[in-house]
C-alpha cells in the first residue's frame, strides 16, 4: 500500500489549497482514508476522514464548514479541499489508510497502518 501525498504550498489566510493523496495497492473494500496535521511543536491531530464503501465523512470541528474531504474514484485518490484557511491550519499534512475503522475510532491515528509523507500548508496573515 502506498499513499503519496501532494498540493501543499503558501496561501494567504482565507484563501483555497487542494491536497491529494493517491492510493494505490489497497485490496480491500472496507477503508478509510484519513487526513492528520502536525505542527511544530505540537501532536498530530485529526483533520478529516473518509470511509467506504459509503461515504461517511468526519472532520474535527475547527475545519468543519470550510474543508471537504472526498474521493476521486477516476485517480483514486481522497482530496481535501480547503477553504477560507486560517494562520492555524499552518502544518505538514499527512494522509493515512487503515481498514475496518469502527467510527469510534476514526479520528484515532492508531487506527491507521499506512501513511504517506507530509505535505507541508503554510498559512501566511
Known amino acids: 500500500v502506498q499513499l503519496q501525498a501532494s498540493g501543499g504550498g503558501l496561501v494567504q489566510a482565507g484563501g483555497s489549497l487542494r491536497l491529494s493523496c493517491a492510493v494505490s495497492?489497497?485490496?480491500?473494500?472496507?477503508?478509510?482514508i484519513g487526513w492528520f496535521r502536525q505542527a511544530p511543536g505540537k501532536e498530530r491531530e485529526f483533520v478529516a476522514a473518509?470511509?467506504?464503501?459509503?461515504?461517511?465523512?468526519y472532520y474535527t470541528d475547527s475545519v468543519k464548514g470550510r474543508f471537504t474531504i472526498a474521493r476521486d474514484t477516476a485517480q483514486s485518490s481522497v482530496y481535501l479541499q480547503m477553504n477560507d484557511v486560517r494562520p492555524e491550519d499552518t502544518a505538514a499534512y499527512y494522509c493515512?489508510?487503515?481498514?475496518?475503522?469502527?467510527?469510534?475510532?476514526?479520528?484515532?491515528?492508531?487506527?491507521?497502518?499506512?501513511w504517506g509523507q507530509g505535505t507541508q500548508v503554510t498559512v501566511s496573515s
Open positions: 493515512a489508510a487503515g481498514t475496518s475503522i469502527i467510527t469510534s475510532q476514526i479520528r484515532d491515528s492508531e487506527s491507521y497502518a499506512y
Open positions: 495497492g489497497f485490496t480491500s473494500d472496507d477503508y478509510a
Open positions: 473518509i470511509k467506504w464503501p459509503g461515504t461517511a465523512t
